[in-house]
């Protein structure tokens, strides 16, 4: 076994930051471990541009060279890549296995849970049908157009509308597949307008709200999908079904450890210093919910990495006197959950947060002791990122801290 200052489980965009950060702060000893070949995370798949907006001085960058810039802004850290951690135990006990040094178990001060999310497959889905070649996620598309050069299918058709369905749209371009079709189920599209009228318009690709995929039939490949739409069941010709979105934080690792997860976001509870109910474990990016951008996992990485100095240095706040933030439907999770008083502490109270079950129009506020202390009015839609404001909550403290939906 051995013993490092911090090991950080995930090499992408919030897993690299904190390194970064934690080497700039004078901890040296920083490991980081890396399940893929190469580390820098799901940008290394994406080879559209967009990425490093208000990260570094420079035009947007494609998902590679922002990886490629991530990994090198790390440099003095420990990056072990093709390494799976298979379990955490408390103490700051890692387990990993790599293909050529076998099994090893390390120990961390402090270890930071960066290992991000997955997106559903077909099989979580429940969409009946054959099982024929030609059905895959977004991130395995990109990995076969981007990575190894090929070309899954001709034409496909993109299931969900989310902000990530998008992009499908440009590695199908790259990758000079066609695409038939994009469906969602729901009234509108889950990202924001105007990214429908995008995808007809410049894209050539028709977006089909109020429309449920049913089958998808063929035999040795996938020859055609059946979907319902406004009561009838049509059929769309296509040999590709790219099934996106729908993410969900990777929480394999912490199945069987002691570290308390949350059901609202499917990540592990944490308070406003980003540190799990094992006051040695930390967590920064999208591990905390389902979905934000890597500007974002990058930006809580470097908090994360800044609390971890303290903690290191002894200087963070103790974590047993946390009191839990309350919320009720339609608030579906509110993140940190947990607020810790800190009033010898100098590092800024994150914002906090949250997203709702379905779309509400209403008064969203925060309450801390039976006293409004933030209000905002409007319409709410799930999958937008809501965020609330933390100055006003008392850092000496508070009996009561609640985020409440009050619908119009």
Same mark, same amino acid.
């Given at each position: 076994?051995?013993?490092?200052?911090?090991?950080?489980?995930?090499? &992408?965009?919030?897993? +690299?930051?904190?390194?970064?950060? =934690? !080497? @700039?702060? *004078?901890? #040296?000893?920083?490991?980081?471990?890396? %399940?893929?070949?190469?580390?820098?995370?799901?940008?290394?798949?994406?080879?559209?541009?967009?990425?490093?907006?208000?990260?570094?001085?420079?035009?947007?960058?494609?998902?590679?060279?922002?990886?490629?810039?991530?990994?090198?802004?790390?440099?003095?850290?420990?990056?072990?890549?093709?390494?799976?951690?298979?379990?955490?135990?408390?103490?700051?006990?890692?387990?990993?296995?790599?293909?050529?040094? &076998?099994?090893?178990? +390390?120990?961390?001060?402090?270890? =930071? !849970? @960066?290992? *991000?999310? #997955?997106?559903?497959?077909?099989?979580? %889905?429940?969409?009946?049908?054959?099982?024929?070649?030609?059905?895959?996620?977004?991130?395995?598309?990109?990995?076969?157009?981007?990575?190894?050069?090929?070309?899954?299918?001709?034409?496909?058709?993109?299931?969900?509308?989310?902000?990530?369905?998008?992009?499908?749209?440009?590695?199908?371009?790259?990758?000079?597949?066609?695409?038939?079709?994009?469906?969602?189920?729901?009234?509108?599209?889950?990202?924001?307008?105007?990214?429908?009228?995008?995808?007809?318009? =410049?894209?050539?690709?028709?977006?089909?709200?109020?429309?449920?995929?049913?089958?998808?039939?063929?035999?040795?490949?996938?020859?055609?999908?059946?979907?319902?739409?406004?009561?009838?069941?049509?059929?769309?010709?296509?040999?590709?079904?790219?099934?996106?979105?729908?993410?969900?934080?990777?929480?394999?690792?912490?199945?069987?450890?002691?570290?308390?997860?949350?059901?609202?976001?499917?990540?592990?509870?944490?308070?406003?210093?980003?540190?799990?109910?094992?006051?040695?474990?930390?967590?920064?990016?999208?591990?905390?919910?389902?979905?934000?951008?890597?500007?974002?996992?990058?930006?809580?990485?470097?908090?994360?990495?800044?609390?971890?100095?303290?903690?290191?240095?002894?200087?963070?706040?103790?974590?047993?006197?946390?009191?839990?933030?309350?919320?009720?439907?339609?608030?579906?999770?509110?993140?940190?959950?947990?607020?810790?008083?800190?009033?010898?502490?100098?590092?800024?109270?994150?914002?906090?947060?949250?997203?709702?079950?379905?779309?509400?129009?209403?008064?969203?506020?925060?309450?801390?002791?039976?006293?409004?202390?933030?209000?905002?009015?409007?319409?709410?839609?799930?999958?937008?990122?809501?965020?609330?404001?933390?100055?006003?909550?008392?850092?000496?403290?508070?009996?009561?801290?609640?985020?409440?939906?009050?619908?119009?």
């Amino acid at each position: 076994m051995t013993t490092h200052d911090v090991i950080i489980i995930g090499g &992408g965009p919030a897993g +690299l930051s904190a390194a970064r950060r =934690l !080497l @700039a702060s *004078g901890v #040296r000893d920083v490991v980081v471990l890396e %399940r893929e070949r190469e580390a820098g995370g799901i940008p290394r798949h994406c080879g559209h541009s967009g990425f490093g907006i208000g990260q570094y001085l420079s035009l947007p960058m494609s998902g590679p060279d922002y990886a490629r810039r991530l990994v090198d802004s790390a440099a003095g850290a420990d990056i072990r890549t093709r390494t799976t951690v298979t379990s955490i135990e408390s103490g700051g006990r890692v387990h990993s296995v790599h293909p050529a040094d &076998g099994a090893r178990m +390390l120990e961390g001060r402090c270890v =930071l !849970l @960066a290992t *991000g999310i #997955r997106e559903t497959p077909r099989s979580a %889905r429940l969409v009946t049908g054959a099982r024929p070649i030609g059905i895959t996620t977004t991130g395995a598309l990109q990995q076969m157009v981007y990575l190894t050069h090929l070309k899954p299918f001709s034409r496909a058709v993109v299931i969900g509308s989310e902000l990530i369905s998008f992009s499908v749209l440009m590695t199908a371009r790259h990758g000079a597949i066609g695409i038939a079709a994009m469906i969602e189920e729901g009234e509108r599209i889950t990202a924001r307008r105007p990214g429908d009228w995008i995808a007809r318009h =410049l894209f050539g690709v028709p977006v089909l709200t109020r429309t449920k995929l049913i089958a998808i039939h063929g035999i040795d490949k996938v020859e055609r999908i059946e979907i319902e739409r406004d009561g009838r069941r049509e059929f769309i010709a296509c040999d590709g079904v790219i099934f996106t979105g729908r993410f969900t934080p990777e929480t394999a690792l912490l199945k069987s450890s002691p570290i308390a997860l949350d059901p609202g976001s499917g990540g592990p509870v944490i308070d406003q210093f980003f540190r799990t109910s094992d006051p040695q474990v930390f967590a920064a990016g999208n591990l905390l919910r389902p979905v934000e951008t890597a500007g974002m996992c990058w930006a809580e990485g470097r908090i994360a990495a800044a609390n971890i100095a303290a903690a290191l240095a002894g200087t963070l706040p103790p974590s047993k006197s946390g009191v839990a933030v309350r919320f009720s439907d339609p608030v579906k999770y509110v993140y940190p959950q947990m607020i810790v008083p800190a009033a010898d502490n100098r590092t800024p109270m994150p914002l906090m947060r949250a997203r709702v079950t379905r779309a509400v129009r209403g008064t969203l506020r925060l309450t801390v002791d039976s006293r409004v202390l933030w209000s905002k009015a409007g319409r709410f839609l799930p999958e937008r990122r809501l965020t609330i404001p933390t100055v006003k909550i008392p850092r000496s403290g508070a009996a009561d801290i609640s985020v409440e939906l009050i619908e119009d």
